[in-house]
């Protein structure tokens, strides 16, 4: 049985159910939003919680998404339209990296 999720889980569990569709961010920017821990802590809230929260939304800071999870996040990067590099094996995060900031 795991654990709920604590104070710092919801916070990056909250952040990652805030990024648009279309946008990503790194597990250092959500990190950095947050202002605890750093991308090691965001990669594990997300192993332990993430299934519920748009994780694909989620991704190294070259834009590739989790390993294992490649196939299933490209197909909801096709879905939401996020911009990939030319050879479409990650996300451009010139275009898709979301700062955190609202849509206005």
């Known amino acids: 049985m ?3 999720p604590d104070e710092y889980a919801e916070l990056v569990l909250d952040t990652v159910e ?3 569709p279309g946008k990503v961010m790194a ?3 959500i990190a950095e939003l947050v202002g605890v821990g750093g ?11 993430g299934g ?3 994780w694909w939304r ?3 800071a070259d834009g590739r998404p ?9 197909e909801e990067y096709r879905v939401e339209g996020t911009p ?8 451009d995060m010139r275009e898709a990296r979301w700062d955190g900031r609202p849509a206005r």
Do not use: T
């Not at 991308?39 to 919680?49: A, E, F, H, T």
């Not at 989790?66 to 490209?74: F, K, L, Y």
């Not at 990939?84 to 996300?91: F, P, Q």
């Open 2 to 4: 795991r654990a709920e």
């Open 18 to 20: 805030r990024i648009p």
């Open 27 to 29: 597990y250092g920017d």
């Open 39 to 49: 991308p090691r802590q965001v990669g594990r809230v997300m192993s332990l919680y």
């Open 52 to 54: 519920g929260v748009p």
């Open 58 to 60: 989620v991704v190294r």
């Open 66 to 74: 989790a390993a294992g999870h490649e196939v299933r996040a490209h």
């Open 84 to 91: 990939l590099s030319k050879d479409g094996s990650r996300v």
